[in-house]
């Protein structure tokens, strides 16, 4: 068997673009470190619109946030509690790590706004292996990522090391990520080496040993067994997996952790105000809500 299970998204409309997310769900929690996969729109904003995400916080996970270049290529303000200000572009990957706590913004530019912004990419989060999840918060950004390329194929490599080519972004567990893009009659082989594995097409069409993948869908993947991705018009598919944790992982609103009262530590921090400020963005806050989206 190729595809172990598949999983469809919970679509969000946020009104001015969409977002699906595969991870969690009911049917898996966690792909490798992989605990929430979320994918957003291709879209053409109005002038005056974009991203607004008020400064919110994280505990015991890192964030990974990856553009698309092409048609719909845009960018994103991130600013967070550290003091870091880095303007995210497609080709850049921009790796947040909460270890003990974190707060950060994610903002359309100006100019973008003022032209009307264009979104497309992937948001996710990593799970912290045991023992290393409370280090110290930081941010990285690398455009140094490997591009692979044959068969009508070419794949860049976010983290770790896949078709022979290691990316040198932080890995806390063993991680793989990667953007692949197919040509018209483009095949290249997936890797059998991680713990777990998934694809997601985010764009175009593809099938994996044959059997074809469903758009924006997540398909878990037999392990130990080398498969071949193709697309006979073109496609962009994202692969992601690593290593398989052995300890659980609680997820509630920003916050995961493998301790259910350490996530009710940080709720009750952030209500009473205990985690820093973001410099530059010190004067909006999302506020718990009382039904997060995302528990599990």
């Not at 792909?31 to 991203?51: R, S, T």
């Not at 893009?181 to 069409?205: F, H, K, N, Q, W």
């Not at 018009?233 to 509630?252: C, D, I, K, P, Q």
């Amino acid at each position: 068997m190729t595809i172990l299970q598949t999983i469809t998204p919970v679509t969000h409309d946020l009104g001015q673009f969409e977002v699906r997310r595969v991870l969690p769900s009911a049917q898996k929690r966690m792909v490798g470190p992989f605990i929430f996969v979320d994918q957003f729109d291709p879209a053409h904003l109005a002038p005056g619109e974009g991203m607004g995400v008020r400064p919110h916080p994280h505990i015991n996970l890192a964030t990974v946030t990856w553009l698309f270049d092409g048609e719909y290529a845009g960018a994103i303000e991130h600013r967070d509690s550290l003091g870091t200000f880095a303007t995210i572009r497609p080709g850049q990957v921009n790796l947040m790590t909460a270890g003990s706590g974190i707060v950060h913004s994610e903002r359309s530019p100006q100019a973008e706004r003022d032209r009307g912004p264009s979104f497309y990419g992937m948001q996710t989060w990593l799970a912290l292996p045991d023992g290393r999840e409370e280090i110290d918060p930081a941010f990285e950004s690398r455009t140094d990522l490997p591009l692979v390329e044959g068969g009508g194929a070419s794949a860049r490599v976010i983290m770790g090391t896949l078709w022979g080519q290691s990316a040198q972004t932080t890995q806390y567990a063993a991680t793989i990520y990667a953007d692949i893009v197919l040509d018209a009659g483009g095949s290249l082989p997936i890797d059998a080496d991680a713990d777990e594995r998934a694809v997601m097409l985010v764009g175009g069409s593809a099938s994996i040993d044959g059997v074809q993948l469903g758009l924006y869908e997540l398909a878990v993947l037999a392990p130990g067994a080398t498969m071949r991705l193709a697309s006979e018009s073109g496609a962009r598919v994202m692969l992601l997996g690593g290593e398989a944790f052995t300890t659980r992982r609680y997820a509630w609103w920003n916050f995961v952790s493998s301790s259910r009262e350490r996530i009710e530590q940080a709720k009750d921090d952030w209500n009473n105000h205990r985690f820093p400020l973001v410099p530059g963005d010190e004067h909006e806050r999302i506020e718990i809500p009382e039904k997060p989206l995302t528990q599990a």
